[in-house]
């Protein structure tokens, strides 16, 4: 299995900037050569005529040259996911802004690693950069190094190298031949059952955490309105929005890795060898929605959450598909009676069915996967629906607060108080 490591940086920080700068300058010149052309001539300039004009105006370089070719075909790529973004209807530029800073990348080719060290190369005549591995990198081949790069970590401001490696780990055989149902949801991220049980993953620090980034983001952007684009203070304020941001994007990330983790765990645990998750893709498309129910839609993180999923579940020898959602909420899974239901409890007013709204959800789309229709399976009883809280904190004590009560308790006992 590919894995990727994080490992600290450290180099100094000027050294590992001006890496990073040198790249972006390597991309910033392949974007303005190809531009400029395309202006004079109005002929789209090739990927491998471009890295010749770069090689010749570009001038001498601290980088190896894979490492500068990397950063020469950085912008064609960015290109092509352009024109294929484009051609599903997705309305998104080319890329054409200038980049200072660019993350450094080495392919194997520029990787050694010899008696736990690993050495990255740069241009002739400098010496290669040198990284001590951890001691659970130790047992890997120098082959299993696929790539490495040089990331700014904005929330931590501190550089970071990024190892990834093939850690010779197989896929494990699957834990049963039985199919569990996934409904992802916007306030619960998933609701699984397999026919017979059901449990709903409940997260709510994840939308909180999503509607928290939105409105402090709204704050600052409010107070940068006012500033001279380009000033101190407005500086100062992007500065903040660009730390803020990454901060809490490595706080959801950790919720949905918990939540993802969660979902397959159950998944074992019923011996199934089928994922059938719920395509959400299309949600809202088309669709006239109140500012609150819009902006909830838009924070609905389900591709990175169905991304987790789908990874984790292969590790584990688990096969996952998609399955058309539609209208699987609102039908009865008794009757086939449709409505939408308010709140998170589903009560059919034709049949009397009383169940999880998710869970309704869940046991549609496990009816379509195997009968290829809606409510040809009910769903559990209540008492069989059980939740799970996969990144609850619980309360806790700071340390030393914890330590002074402990020793107050004591204290009080010891006087018979």
Not at 118 to 123: K, Q
Not at 255 to 280: F, P
Not at 328 to 340: A, D, V
Request: some cysteine; charged content about 30%.
């Amino acid at each position: 299995m590919i894995r990727v490591q994080s490992l600290p940086c450290s180099l100094a920080k000027a050294e590992a900037e001006a890496l990073n700068r040198e790249s972006g300058r390597v991309y910033t010149t392949m974007l303005v050569w190809h531009y400029r052309i395309y202006r004079r001539t109005g002929h789209w300039l090739s990927k491998y005529a471009a890295k010749r004009l770069e090689d010749y105006l570009g001038g001498p370089t601290i980088l190896h040259a894979h490492r500068r070719d990397a950063a020469q075909e950085g912008f064609y790529d960015a290109c092509k996911v352009a024109r294929s973004q484009q051609k599903t209807g997705v309305d998104i530029r080319y890329p054409h802004r200038r980049k200072w800073y660019r993350t450094t990348t080495w392919k194997n080719t520029g990787i050694q690693v010899h008696d736990g060290v690993m050495r990255l190369a740069r241009s002739r005549g400098l010496e290669p950069i040198r990284v001590a591995l951890p001691s659970h990198l130790l047992a890997h081949p120098a082959s299993a190094y696929k790539q490495v790069q040089l990331v700014w970590d904005r929330a931590a401001r501190r550089y970071a190298w990024h190892v990834t490696l093939e850690d010779g780990v197989e896929p494990a055989p699957a834990p049963g031949n039985d199919i569990v149902a996934v409904d992802l949801g916007e306030i619960h991220p998933a609701a699984l059952t397999d026919g017979h049980e059901a449990v709903v993953i409940t997260a709510r620090r994840l939308r909180a955490t999503h509607q928290y980034t939105a409105k402090r983001l709204s704050e600052l952007q409010a107070k940068q309105a006012g500033k001279q684009k380009g000033s101190g203070r407005w500086m100062r304020l992007q500065r903040r929005k660009n730390r803020f941001l990454a901060q809490q994007k490595k706080r959801t990330r950790d919720i949905e890795h918990k939540v993802s983790r969660a979902v397959v765990e159950w998944a074992q645990e019923h011996k199934a060898g089928i994922l059938a998750i719920g395509d959400v893709r299309d949600v809202a498309d088309g669709k006239r929605m109140a500012a609150k129910s819009q902006q909830k839609i838009s924070l609905w993180p389900h591709g990175k959450m169905r991304a987790y999923i789908t990874y984790k579940a292969q590790a584990e020898g688990i096969i996952v598909g998609l399955v058309d959602e539609h209208d699987t909420s609102k039908t009865c899974p008794r009757c086939g009676r449709q409505y939408k239901p308010r709140g998170r409890v589903y009560r059919c007013s034709k049949c009397g069915l009383v169940a999880r709204r998710d869970v309704v959800g869940s046991v549609n789309i496990l009816s379509r996967k195997l009968h290829g229709e809606l409510a040809k399976i009910v769903p559990p009883p209540l008492a069989a629906t059980k939740y799970r809280y996969p990144s609850w904190t619980g309360k806790r004590s700071r340390l030393d607060t914890a330590e002074l009560a402990r020793v107050g308790t004591s204290q009080r006992e010891a006087a018979g108080l």
